[in-house]
């Protein structure tokens, strides 16, 4: 393998190779020099194991070949290299003595390599379009859907987002257990129904950091086991997460008991003041729904806060307690100056909704 390619090139491929590559020292890339017609390239694929990520730089081949190198390593050597003409060139025939050597100027670094793995997720086969949305709506819905993902592999189906194509609308679900988020978007984007799958959270976070296009497709691959994002010069392949996700429906109340509607800022700054005598672990927070307020109490070892915000309330009055994050991690996705939190008794999951959104959060169950 040799190629002759530009630091530019070079630089704006391997960019988005570190979002698979990230710290670790043990991962690799995978590195093709391949000839075209016309212009050839080199294609670079790395993996950690969630995700394989594809990219592409123009590059004149002197030889085709492939081989795979430290990950880390390399993504270095590209990004601290400060001459513009770089040459990659494979040197050395056995396992042992192969070496991918980087020249630029007057220098060159040799790093170790070998012949390529593929233990990429390689999407082979037919592919079939699944849905295709616009970028800054796809990045506005996991910015707000992600956050809510299960962090822990005690239930690995709920480390990824429920996404269901149906009915001319694409509905994306993620839940930890304690919390839920639920984004339904416009219909107009999308070009296949019927689709229900789990994409892990991580894969979509990537895809909407790198994306840059007007437009992201989605494509089902190996029969459907695998989810590709495709854009010119970059490729992004995940496995779907296999299991049985929870169906929102299931736990989203149909009725309410009381509904409170407040200035959100203000409760936001309550709720932060509240953490600092909450325990460290809950953070748990009381609220009192009364006619014309809401009281937060919270109380601990460290101290006790008591305030009150104003609140227009219809309904029961009730006391109920939660984790004063879940709270400020549903009121900082929201637009509008007020927010409207309904309940149905103490115990019960309670929601908020703004426009395409909807979030839901379990109270705690507090003695006292």
Not at 62 to 86: C, Q
Not at 186 to 193: E, Q
């Amino acid at each position: 393998m040799k190629a002759f390619a530009t630091k530019t090139e070079l630089a704006a491929a391997v960019a988005a190779l570190e979002k698979a590559v990230g710290g670790s020292t043990d991962s690799t890339i995978t590195i093709e020099a391949q000839k075209a017609d016309g212009e050839g390239g080199l294609y670079f694929t790395a993996s950690n194991g969630e995700i394989s990520i594809k990219t592409f730089a123009k590059a004149d081949i002197g030889k085709s070949g492939a081989l795979d190198t430290s990950g880390k390593a390399f993504i270095d050597s590209i990004k601290k290299i400060t001459d513009e003409e770089i040459t990659l060139e494979q040197q050395g025939e056995g396992e042992k003595d192969k070496r991918l050597a980087i020249t630029y100027g007057a220098g060159q670094i040799k790093l170790p390599a070998m012949a390529p793995l593929m233990k990429h997720p390689i999407a082979s086969g037919k592919s079939e379009t699944v849905f295709t949305i616009n970028t800054e709506t796809f990045k506005s819905l996991v910015k707000r859907v992600c956050a809510f993902s299960a962090k822990d592999d005690s239930r690995p189906i709920l480390k990824g987002i429920n996404i269901q194509v149906k009915d001319g609308q694409l509905v994306a679900v993620g839940l930890d257990g304690y919390r839920l988020a639920r984004i339904t978007t416009d219909a107009r984007w999308y070009s296949h129904s019927g689709t229900d799958i789990v994409v892990p959270s991580s894969a979509l976070r990537a895809i909407a950091q790198l994306a840059d296009a007007g437009t992201i497709t989605f494509l089902s691959c190996n029969d459907g086991r695998l989810i590709r994002v495709e854009s010119e010069e970059m490729s992004i392949t995940t496995q779907l997460l296999a299991g049985q996700f929870i169906k929102a429906e299931n736990i989203i109340p149909k009725s309410f008991t009381t509904e409170t509607t407040f200035k959100r800022e203000a409760l936001m700054q309550a709720l932060e003041r509240s953490t600092i005598v909450s325990d460290n672990l809950n953070r748990i927070a009381r609220l009192s729904i009364r006619d014309h307020e809401v009281r937060i109490k919270s109380e601990s070892d460290a101290g006790l806060l008591e305030e009150v915000i104003e609140a227009r309330t219809s309904g029961k009055e009730m006391e109920i307690s939660f984790n004063a994050g879940y709270i400020m991690e549903i009121m900082k996705n929201f637009r509008e100056e007020e927010a409207t939190i309904k309940f149905n008794g103490p115990i019960n999951p309670a929601i908020a909704e703004e426009g395409d959104a909807l979030y839901l959060a379990l109270p705690l169950r507090v003695g006292g």
